[in-house]
């Protein structure tokens, strides 16, 4: 630390009490300075020849009561005062980071300028400030820390500025000229100590880490470490991702709780303050903040019931870079209402990342060669499969809210519905949560959310699940059926799709092939003509049956001729058709009899007519149903 000694007759200051000072000679004073309550014995030549106050303080003063006069707003108080007073003396006076702005207030106060005596004491201490303490960096530090309890003073004499300058300006400087020394904890790499046995006990020369002011910052109070990160954005020479990590620690140190995402105690006001400049303070540069922080951010700003604006920065920001979430950094529990988590913020993130892709692919229409540089970056294929996946989690999580309404859980999750996705195994275990969890929704509710998925898509183990799963409607049911039937079909060497009666097709995605009906437009009792788990377990067991069969044909064909493994192929795949087409349809036609919700176009596309059709059309099927 920086220091100046002025003065060079030794220190005859003495206390009487705790409220009284004076000074030691033999010459006996004559005037009393009341400053606060304490009572400074002084001599009037002293002070006359350096304050120009005091000369007008005791000029306006009667004869009779010339001899005491009240100072009540000096800034910084008798211990300031008492410095300009040895000054006055002569005495030694030791200036340091701590007293000098108090003590350049003071002076400024008593009017101690050059005009009054040459080398007087505010000429001294402006010598100080800028030739020693604010060329250091710890200096400067702690003068800023000091000035708070000097305002208005040490902002009209520009102390504040300059300190907020220097602390600016070092913290921008290239890191090979920090000569200074700066607070820093962390863990050090091997490289970095001395023993490391790889370095043969010499010690390499450490580099000086790109974040080596953040950690002193966080000592300022909220206006001064504002003041000074703008001009450090100002002046451009420090990365957005060094900004981002100061604020980041800033709000870690000074909000308790902060890096859990939570406030614990302290003023809501304050802490609303603060969470609202750093946000004010982020970096413009998309990545320069970590998607942990901006997470954290907005956990707090909820909390804090930060204003809308704020808030929909926040949400801008993760929005754009949602693919680096965590299904554990959107369960973000709901201020109000009877819902666990607030789902309406995580559907305007997703609703930020579709908006990004959409912004980029008009971008692209207009602009090409520009936007084949920026759109792969920010809304790839890969990031629209993560951010997919993400959904599906989250779904899965808030599916086990039992006061979750319907219409958020579908909303959110056709909003990813056209982004790419590996498999949907996600999204039934979703779904089937919430049909678990809310065993109470009517059928038509139940057709809306088994339509958000694709049984294509469904890996074999799900499709296992699927077709034993009572909570799923019949039509879900069939079509895992059928498509882990074209699996086995194409696993075994078949390439062409199966052919299947119409009320077959009616059953898959998209309906008949020759009609209007499709999946979205089936009635309500086609979705609930569901057998009973047993006939489920049946066909199951018979899939895997035939599957068996198929392997164990085509493995024996193998060993014979290719013509043999066709056979075997083609056998399997015609009693698979076989089974779908007999088994399936005369238990949801056998369904809806009892029920008697038998319809003209059920009719039209009865059991009989199609065992008819096939009769005639492929006598040789019609055979091994008999036999089957």
Request: charged content about 25%; some cysteine.
């Amino acid at each position: 630390m920086k220091f100046m000694k002025l003065g060079s007759k030794p220190d005859s200051f003495q206390n009487d009490g705790d409220n009284i000072r004076y000074v030691a000679t033999e010459l006996a004073t004559d005037i009393v300075v009341n400053v606060g309550n304490v009572k400074f014995y002084l001599h009037k030549f002293p002070l006359l020849s350096k304050s120009a106050r005091i000369q007008k303080v005791i000029t306006n003063t009667s004869e009779e009561n010339n001899d005491e006069v009240h100072i009540q707003d000096i800034p910084g108080g008798p211990a300031a005062f008492e410095i300009c007073a040895k000054f006055c003396y002569g005495m030694t006076v030791t200036l340091n980071a701590y007293n000098v702005v108090a003590a350049r207030c003071a002076a400024e106060y008593l009017e101690m300028h050059e005009t009054v005596e040459k080398g007087n004491l505010i000429y001294k201490i402006e010598v100080f400030l800028n030739s020693s303490i604010f060329r250091s960096w710890k200096d400067s530090i702690i003068v800023l820390q000091t000035t708070m309890s000097l305002l208005p003073w040490s902002e009209e004499l520009k102390v504040v500025s300059h300190a907020i300058d220097s602390v600016a300006t070092k913290a921008s400087i290239d890191t090979s000229k920090v000569e200074w020394s700066y607070t820093y904890n962390r863990k050090k790499l091997p490289s970095e100590n001395s023993n490391d046995p790889h370095f043969n006990n010499v010690r390499k020369q450490q580099l000086v880490p790109k974040d080596w002011w953040v950690e002193d910052l966080c000592e300022l109070q909220l206006d001064h470490y504002e003041r000074i990160i703008t001009t450090i954005l100002t002046k451009g020479n420090v990365s957005g991702a060094v900004i981002g990590e100061s604020l980041n620690a800033y709000a870690s140190r000074r909000m308790p709780g902060f890096s859990k995402g939570v406030v614990q105690g302290g003023d809501t006001v304050k802490n609303r303050l603060l969470l609202e400049t750093i946000i004010r303070l982020l970096p413009v540069d998309v990545g320069s903040v970590s998607f942990s922080f901006l997470v954290k951010l907005l956990r707090v700003a909820i909390l804090l019931e930060c204003e809308e604006l704020d808030r929909s920065e926040l949400i801008r920001r993760i929005g754009m870079c949602l693919e680096e979430a965590k299904v554990s950094d959107l369960l973000i529990r709901a201020p109000v209402g009877d819902t666990i988590f607030d789902v309406d913020i995580v559907q305007r993130l997703v609703e930020e990342f579709v908006a990004c892709d959409q912004h980029v692919q008009l971008d692209s229409l207009l602009e090409d060669e520009f936007q084949e540089i920026r759109s792969p970056g920010i809304v790839s294929d890969t990031s629209k499969a993560k951010v997919a996946k993400l959904v599906d989690g989250y779904l899965a999580e808030i599916a086990r809210d039992p006061h979750l309404p319907l219409p958020n859980f579908v909303n959110l999750a056709e909003l990813v519905s056209s982004f790419p996705r590996a498999s949907h195994d996600g999204l039934y275990r979703a779904i089937d949560m919430y049909l678990k969890e809310h065993p109470g929704i009517s059928k038509s509710e139940k057709k809306r959310i088994c339509r958000l998925m694709n049984c294509r898509k469904l890996s074999p183990e799900a499709c296992m699940h699927a077709v034993q799963n009572e909570r799923l409607p019949m039509r879900v049911v069939v079509q895992v059926l059928f498509f882990e039937q074209l699996r086995a079909t194409t696993s075994s060497g078949g390439n062409s799709t199966p052919d299947h009666s119409g009320s077959i097709r009616a059953f898959l995605p998209g309906g008949s092939h020759g009609s209007s009906r499709s999946t979205i437009t089936n009635t309500e009792e086609e979705w609930d003509a569901v057998g009973t788990i047993e006939d489920l377990k049946s066909l199951k067991g018979e899939l895997d049956a035939l599957k068996l069969s198929g392997g164990i044909n085509g493995a024996s064909g193998g060993n014979n001729n290719n013509c043999g493994k066709g056979n075997a192929e083609n056998v399997a795949a015609s009693k698979m058709k076989g089974l779908m087409s007999k088994k399936i349809m005369s238990k949801i036609w056998s369904s809806k009899e009892k029920s008697g919700e038998l319809t003209s176009s059920d009719t039209s596309e009865s059991p009989a007519s199609t065992v008819v059709e096939e009769t005639k059309s492929t006598p040789s099927r019609s055979r091994r149903h008999s036999v089957s």
